[in-house]
């Protein structure tokens, strides 16, 4: 008996999960959740003032997991968050600025996202991480530079007297042409610049 066309459709796309599921390759189950560490996320970026030198600025609050395979050294997933209230570049009216529309716009857009999606090794310990980055309510492919510092036991506790994690430390870089979410104050005058050096290092946790 013929099944109805809903019904086709359904059943033939549980089957294509089926065999998706079926291929080798590790999945979100096979890999292990990363809590990234508060007290040891740091997140900074790096952009022309003027032509004379570069602003070094951090945000001072973000938050983050991600879902790793050690082993094979798959990413599936996860989200990097910071808050762009807490921007920081050590110059109050400059920040005031930074949080206002011509840039950040915190009250509209309080978060930047990335999402890691892929990782592809280009060395020892060294690879690119691809994902999306959601700005100003826009979202973007970006490639990040990332290199696995460290994993291992800590070496004294963090949460409790005897509770020594498996901790998983890196360093990641990059850059973004701010432009492209839309953000263009002093472009046209050159007053500041449209690349965005992005600086990440953090330590996480396996859950």
Do not use: C
């Amino acid at each position: 008996m013929m099944l109805p066309y809903s019904n086709r459709l359904y059943a033939e796309s549980a089957l294509i999960l089926v065999l998706l599921l079926a291929l080798p390759g590790a999945t979100s189950a096979d890999m292990d959740r990363w809590e990234i560490d508060q007290e040891h996320f740091a997140a900074g970026f790096l952009v022309d003032h003027i032509g004379f030198a570069r602003v070094l600025g951090m945000f001072l609050r973000a938050e983050g997991h991600f879902l790793y395979d050690a082993e094979t050294m798959a990413i599936g997933g996860g989200e990097w968050i910071i808050h762009t209230d807490s921007v920081f570049t050590n110059h109050e009216k400059r920040d005031e600025h930074l949080r206002g529309s011509d840039f950040l716009d915190v009250e509209t857009y309080p978060r930047m996202v990335f999402v890691p999606q892929r990782w592809e090794k280009t060395g020892d310990g060294q690879g690119r991480l691809h994902g999306t980055l959601e700005l100003l309510g826009q979202t973007r492919p970006v490639t990040l530079d990332a290199r696995i510092n460290k994993i291992g036991r800590y070496p004294f506790p963090l949460g409790g007297l005897f509770s020594r994690p498996q901790v998983l430390g890196a360093s990641v870089r990059g850059t973004i042409n701010r432009s492209e979410w839309g953000m263009t104050y002093g472009l046209s005058r050159g007053l500041v610049g449209d690349e965005i050096e992005l600086i990440l290092e953090f330590e996480a946790q396996r859950q």
